[in-house]
């Protein structure tokens, strides 16, 4: 079992710069990537960025160029680094984890979800 905290989240002015953070637990070991999505009401949640453990990134279109997606494997932390900020990019983002296991494939977990609101 892996748990997922996300913190970061807030509200912040057009063009500003937030960095969300995720910090795993548990059976950490077992984690082949880690990732960000978002969702709003009556969408479909979406990728952001996601990282695996060998360092290969993926950004949605829509925010390459204004996040980055990092990890602190020592920590058992990633990081998203908002800047640019628009208000298209009001969601709650989700931390995603996925994790290999044996016999049962890969398994996705996720944080609690933390609000991002752009005023503009």
């Known amino acids: 079992q892996v748990q997922l905290v996300e913190s970061g989240g807030g509200l912040v002015q057009a063009g500003g710069s937030l960095r969300l953070s995720c910090t795993a637990s548990?059976?950490?070991?077992?984690?082949?990537?880690m990732g960000w999505y978002r969702q709003a009401p009556g969408k479909q949640r979406e990728l952001v960025a996601s990282i695996t453990t060998g360092g290969s990134t993926n950004y949605a279109d829509s925010v390459k160029g204004r996040f980055t997606i990092s990890r602190d494997n020592a920590k058992n932390t990633v990081y998203l680094q908002m800047s640019s900020l628009k208000p298209e990019d009001t969601f709650v983002y989700y931390c995603n984890a996925r994790a290999e296991t044996t016999g049962w494939g890969n398994l996705d977990y996720w944080g609690q979800g933390t609000q991002v609101t752009v005023s503009s």
């Open positions: 548990g059976n950490i070991f077992s984690i082949i990537a």
